[in-house]
């Protein structure tokens, strides 16, 4: 796989964050409002050769956000290989449907903080922040 530049992702990121979706923007807005202790998500991230919807680096949790054109089989493919290299490199992803958000946005955050923190029952705990 060729890598790209850290410049040219840099670039990509900003640009994504300048045009993000109306669901990028009630995800983002609600995950900054959350009360979790040391586990901030950034938003269009770079990793590596990819840029990522949501990235939680203390928590090594990844959030993409999903619209109807990641049923298209050369999306869905394109998906599978970005998650795949990601795992691969210690990341975890979890994955929405836009729809998830407009429908029930609670039930999102309550998957967030399960993975962030084990439970939805469990108190959170300051996060370790780990550059990547």
Not at 12 to 38: C, F, S
Not at 59 to 69: A, K, S, V
Request: contains cysteine; positive net charge.
């Amino acid at each position: 796989m060729q890598m790209v530049s850290t410049s040219i992702r840099r670039a990509a990121a900003k640009k994504l964050r300048a045009n993000t979706t109306p669901h990028e923007r009630i995800l983002w807005r609600a995950l900054k409002e959350l009360p979790m202790d040391g586990s901030h998500f950034r938003r269009q991230a770079p990793i590596g050769p990819y840029v990522v919807d949501f990235f939680c680096p203390a928590g090594r949790l990844i959030i993409e956000l999903d619209g109807g054109h990641h049923n298209e089989d050369d999306t869905a493919e394109r998906d599978r290989t970005r998650q795949q290299w990601l795992e691969n490199e210690g990341y975890r992803v979890i994955r929405f449907w836009n729809s998830e958000i407009t429908a029930d946005l609670t039930a999102v955050l309550e998957r967030n903080y399960v993975e962030l923190y084990g439970s939805r029952e469990a108190v959170t705990a300051p996060l370790k922040h780990r550059r990547t």
